[in-house]
């Protein structure tokens, strides 16, 4: 099951209390800020209308795949443009979802 946008808060409630988002999402945090050269990126933010470009969304996808030693494809970041709608596709991939 993928989860977009507002749907992530609705599935987060579902969740068990133990699930930790934020570890999943502290790290891709500071990467969207140094990808966007921003000093601050909510959970919620949408990473295109930041300010994104193609060339950072691949080293979001490359970075990721290597952080969190997964497969994932550049569509994902359209799919999950946000650090919390990307951590619960990040779960998922992981298998902890």
Do not use: R
């Given at each position: ?29 500071k990467k969207f800020q ?64």
């Amino acid at each position: 099951m993928f989860v977009k946008g507002q749907d992530v808060k609705a599935l987060k409630t579902l969740l068990p209390e133990k699930t930790d988002f934020t570890s999943v999402e502290s790290a891709p945090t500071k990467k969207f800020q140094e990808v966007l050269s921003v000093d601050t990126v909510a959970p919620d933010d949408d990473y295109f209308l930041i300010g994104d470009d193609s060339l950072g969304t691949v080293e979001i996808v490359t970075w990721a795949e290597k952080h969190f030693n997964i497969s994932i494809e550049i569509s994902c970041v359209f799919d999950y443009p946000s650090i919390s709608s990307l951590a619960v596709y990040v779960h998922e991939k992981m298998g902890e979802l």
